[in-house]
């Protein structure tokens, strides 16, 4: 069963450095979400991306976060400027027509 | 606005018990669906159900079953005869449809002693 990708497991970084986070989607998804899951708590929306923009984003996903879907395939979050705060799981997530909604396993950042 | 609520934060059962995690929600929409995930301890989100708002048939995948009742809004899922490796947090969750984005509820953690 096709499978979306993420890249790093795990990532590293210290305070005010910008991190990339990289997902590759399945194929044929038309709709591409980052959520985040700070330790212990409930999963959260960042942004959605649709037709090669933004449809959606949430109050988190401020200024700090972009996202690009470059080459048709990878979908990346960049944070620009990392905060101890931004500490978390980062999840990308696909969905196409049938409307299921598939999950990464997940990139674990930790800022220093 | 969209909510979904998961009242049990923890729930303790003995292998071979069933267990039943509640998930109550809130839209406005008339159109929505509705997630079950379980998160294991190694942390990935695993999709187990969706459920269209438009059918309300219960569902039944092994030791798995979930009650859609939208007259007190309300999917609760049931693992009957529990084991071990049923012990995940479990979270609810509602979207529009078209791409809407996922509302996840604060989740259940269960754990299934032997």
């Keep these: 069963e096709p499978e979306v990708t993420q890249t790093p497991s795990h990532q590293v970084t210290q305070m005010g450095q910008e991190v990339i986070l990289r997902c590759v989607p399945i194929s044929n998804h038309l709709y591409f979400y980052w959520y985040r899951q700070i330790l212990g708590q409930k999963v959260e929306f960042l942004v959605s991306f649709y037709n090669n923009e933004i449809s959606e984003k949430s109050e988190i996903f401020d200024d700090q976060f972009s996202v690009e879907r470059p080459d048709g395939s990878n979908f990346t979050l960049k944070i620009r400027s990392t905060k101890l705060e931004d500490s978390a799981m980062y999840f990308c997530a696909g969905t196409g027509l049938n409307e299921k909604l598939f999950f990464g396993s997940g990139t674990q950042l930790s800022v220093l | 606005a969209q909510k979904v609520t998961q009242a049990q934060t923890e729930i303790s059962v003995v292998e071979k018990e069933d267990?039943?995690?509640?998930?109550?929600?809130?839209?406005?929409?008339?159109?929505?669906?509705?997630?079950?995930?379980?998160?294991?301890?190694?942390?990935?989100?695993?999709?187990?159900?969706?459920?269209?708002?438009?059918?309300?048939?219960?569902?039944?995948?092994?030791?798995?079953?979930?009650?859609?009742?939208?007259?007190?809004?309300?999917?609760?899922?049931?693992?009957?005869?529990?084991?071990?490796?049923?012990?995940?947090?479990?979270?609810?969750?509602?979207?529009?449809?078209?791409?809407?984005?996922?509302?996840?509820?604060?989740?259940?953690?269960?754990?299934?002693?032997?």
């Design chain 2, 19 to 114: 267990v039943t995690l509640d998930c109550v929600y809130e839209t406005r929409d008339t159109t929505y669906y509705l997630f079950w995930y379980k998160q294991p301890p190694s942390g990935e989100l695993v999709f187990l159900i969706r459920r269209n708002s438009f059918d309300e048939q219960n569902e039944i995948s092994g030791r798995y079953s979930w009650n859609f009742q939208k007259s007190t809004s309300s999917f609760n899922f049931t693992i009957t005869a529990s084991q071990v490796v049923d012990s995940a947090v479990y979270f609810c969750a509602l979207n529009r449809p078209q791409g809407g984005k996922l509302i996840f509820g604060q989740g259940t953690e269960l754990s299934v002693k032997p």
